[in-house]
């Protein structure tokens, strides 16, 4: 099967549920410090490295200071990561008020434009979406990519798990969320959408879904009381996913450091 596989991260692209204070400048500079620490050395860990990463900005709104560290990714990690910054559309600025810029669901041409660059003629593309205070189990690449079909389908591992950022403590993510586990989005380079052209749960509006059963977390999610849309309960995850809490530093299978001051 000829293919490019991309894996994709939004940052700070202005949504609906983007408020001012999720966009201040502080916002996106810890943000992108989680994205270095967490989610960039499990991509590097990858047992298959044959991907790149995309990593979507908002144009104006990124301080210069993020700017300039950002552009340093395409060197330090030999042209395997491009942060790729998207023109303002004509929209309130973020500071302003709630935003639909760049919804969560349908932003139209932007994702694929962004990825245009990095096809070199592949007859199929899958993209991967990864958050920004998210990171990879290290065969999440491989697995993808043996499962891959010369047809357009959603690909889903129905293990993931949350990491509480305070306390270095893991919960699993219960089978309730399974359309939330990170999908693959296999398609024919003729018609591309990528994988954010629709929200997490509705990629199945897109593609056929299959899951792919796995018994250990293929993503983690990252949560530091910052996040959009991720909260922990720990009660509620633990009767959800009938396992206790964990630390950390007990979790395999993903090349992260296992003790470390998120915050």
Request: aromatic share 10%.
């Amino acid at each position: 099967m000829d293919f490019k596989h991309i894996i994709m991260t939004r940052v700070n692209l202005p949504g609906r549920s983007h408020r001012p204070k999720r966009l201040t400048d502080e916002w996106i500079r810890r943000r992108v410090e989680t994205y270095e620490r967490l989610s960039i050395p499990s991509f590097m860990g990858q047992t298959e490295q044959n991907f790149e990463v995309v990593v979507l900005f908002c144009g104006v709104y990124t301080p210069p200071d993020v700017v300039e560290r950002v552009k340093g990714w395409e060197e330090t990690y030999g042209g395997k990561i491009h942060p790729v910054f998207i023109p303002e559309r004509s929209a309130p600025p973020p500071r302003l008020g709630a935003c639909r810029a760049y919804p969560l669901d349908k932003m139209g041409e932007a994702p694929k434009n962004a990825i245009l660059p990095y096809l070199n003629g592949e007859d199929y593309v899958i993209t991967s979406v990864c958050d920004s205070d998210d990171c990879f189990n290290m065969n999440f690449v491989e697995r993808t990519q043996e499962e891959a079909k010369e047809e357009n389908e959603v690909l889903l591992f129905t293990e993931g798990a949350l990491l509480d950022m305070h306390s270095n403590m893991v919960y699993h993510q219960g089978d309730g969320n399974r359309h939330h586990m990170y999908p693959s989005l296999v398609e024919c380079s003729d018609d591309i959408k990528t994988v954010l052209y629709r929200k997490m749960p509705r990629m199945y509006q897109v593609a056929p879904v299959r899951f792919l059963e796995v018994d250990y977390p293929y993503f983690l999610r990252g949560v530091d009381g910052s996040n959009v849309m991720t909260a922990i309960k720990p009660q509620a995850r633990e009767r959800a996913s009938g396992r206790k809490r964990f630390p950390l530093s007990e979790l395999e299978q993903f090349t992260i450091p296992k003790e470390v001051d998120w915050l």
